[in-house]
């Protein structure tokens, strides 16, 4: 990057391979605030002719033959103007789903799904207005695609005086799923849907510590032209739910003091929460409309407002409460205001009526069985006695079935840029058990020793191990060394050695 213009850094890639043969691209960076106007962005691209066999350029998921002529773009750009007006875009248009883990494995990492959309934003004083576009430029991945959608959202309006909410939204779309697999036979779940939501709120503040909000809504949605006319062409689905929120806040103070640990009194902030949810009859006209927006997998708890499900396409009847209390122990801090000491929230359902499983209508059948009148008991922890040191966990339990779905654990060392160590486990039942380690030491101001560990429990061996040398040359330049080994990859070596260059600035 050359950064002698102001607000804007243009450079370039430039990659040799020995068996690969050169990837070149442009490359721009931008950070510009004039007052009315702030944007940030970044753009990359890259092209390579790959001189590869046809053994190491494999085939995609798909099992289709990747191609020689490879490339990718990225681009990311945030604008605001004159506070009213929002712009957002994603682009990560790929040739193939392993270019960036071939030739930029620091994205392929961060990013294995990638997303592409550009959206623009109006806010008005009590109303937002949007138009969001999301797109497929890769023929690899499954996109629902909309183009566009326009969306109309009215903030909490207080009813005349009455202490009650009015909240509303209404979009309009036209909706398309790009499937890989009906590149050849093009009958993709596609419709033209309108979708409006109208409910109140009215707060109920019945003591200092303890609020109740009743909760009433509608919400419609009409279906047009579903699968060309193939199903019945219109149609049009109403959709009520009531509930309330309830939620209780309350908070003790202790002197404790030490030293040692830096801490400087407690706060305890304790937080039970009620929220419960009736929305009868909602899978309602399944079968005359394509189920585009459809029920997904989620390891944290699944929304119960209906107003706020995305799975608009996809619902089903609803009859839950849901129970949950946040702890929160804090203490003063000179440098931040405060700090997190400690950390226990946990959440669990009770479904009257016996709600199915995320994705049933891909991984799951009709048995009564996998519907659940329990959730899952989702459970996120944490504690951190002093600065250096955080202990935490997020999991969930399943009492219905006896077993615990999923186990995250983390131990986090860290002495100001001196050293920092962490180590974790990732558990989900019958799919994945593994353990990591990251480590990082500061032999001087100029080297850095750094290595990251990977084992897997199922394979009984270290997946990946990486480490690591970085050296910094005056203040342009950082080098990192580094040997990594991968134990059952199908695309590179399992034994590499590299070098990062480092440019921060000319």
């Known amino acids: 990057y050359y950064t002698g213009f102001e607000g804007f850094d243009p450079g370039f890639l430039l990659d ?60 990311r750009h945030n604008q605001i103007i004159d506070d009213k007006i929002a712009l957002t875009a994603v682009v990560s248009a790929w040739s193939d789903e392993f270019v ?42 499954t996109v629902v695609q909309r183009l566009p959608e326009g969306r109309i ?9 009455t202490g009650a909410y009015f909240r509303a939204f ?41 609020k109740i909000t009743p909760v009433a809504g509608v919400r419609l949605t009409s279906y047009f032209d579903t699968r060309g006319g193939v199903r019945d062409s219109n149609y049009t689905r109403v959709l009520g739910q009531v509930g309330f929120d309830a939620q209780m806040d309350i ?32 899978e309602q006209g399944k079968g005359r409309f ?16 209906l ?50 499983p995320p994705l049933r209508h891909k991984y799951w059948n009709d048995d009564p069985e996998y519907f659940q009148r329990y959730s899952d008991v989702y459970v996120n922890a944490s504690v951190s006695p002093t600065r250096w040191l955080t202990l935490g966990t997020y999991s969930r339990f399943s009492f219905e079935h006896s077993c615990a779905p999923e186990i995250n654990t983390y131990l986090r060392l860290m002495e100001t840029d001196i050293a920092s160590l962490t180590i974790g486990s990732v558990y989900l039942k019958d799919s994945l058990e593994q353990y990591f380690m990251q480590i990082e030491y500061s032999i001087s101001q100029r080297y850095r020793l750094f290595a990251s560990l990977h084992y897997d429990a199922e394979l009984s061996e270290f997946v990946y191990q990486r480490y690591g040398l970085r050296t910094k040359i005056g203040t342009t330049w950082i080098v990192d060394y580094f040997i990594s080994h991968r134990s059952g990859s199908t695309r590179e070596d399992s034994f590499s050695f590299g070098v990062n260059i480092i440019i921060l600035g000319m």
């Open 170 to 210: 209404a979009s309009a779309a036209y909706l398309n799923v790009f499937d890989p697999y009906d590149l050849v036979y093009r009958d993709g779940a596609q419709t033209a849907r309108i979708d409006a939501y109208a409910g109140i709120d009215r707060p109920i503040q019945l003591s200092d510590w303890f």
């Open 16 to 75: 040799g391979y020995t068996k690969r043969s050169v990837l070149v691209g442009p490359a721009l960076r931008y950070d510009v605030d004039s007052g009315s106007n702030r944007m940030l962005g970044k753009f990359e691209a890259g092209y390579i002719h790959d001189m590869g066999s046809r053994e190491i350029l494999g085939v995609n998921s798909y099992g289709r033959p990747i191609e020689p002529d490879r490339y990718f773009i990225e681009y």
């Open 251 to 282: 908070w003790g103070q202790f002197d404790f003091t030490s030293k040692t640990m830096g801490i400087d009194g407690i706060r305890h902030h304790i937080t039970p929460l009620v929220s419960y949810r009736y929305i009868p009859a909602a």
């Open 307 to 356: 107003s706020s499900m995305r799975n608009v396409d996809d619902l089903s009847e609803l009859n839950t409460m849901r129970v949950g209390i946040m702890n929160v122990f804090e203490t003063r801090d000179a440098d931040f205001g405060s700090r997190e000491l400690a950390r226990f929230d946990v959440f669990a359902d009770l479904n009257f009526t016996r709600r199915a």
């Open 290 to 305: 394509d189920i585009v927006d459809y029920d997904y997998f989620t390891t944290y708890p699944p929304i119960l407002d």
């Open 153 to 161: 959202d009215i903030q909490p309006v207080e009813l005349l005086n």
């Open 100 to 141: 960036t883990r071939d030739f930029r494995d620091d994205y392929f990492y961060d990013n294995q799904s990638p997303d592409n959309f550009v959206e623009a934003m109006y806010y008005g004083d009590m109303w937002t207005t949007s138009l969001f576009t999301r797109f497929a430029p890769n023929n690899w991945e």
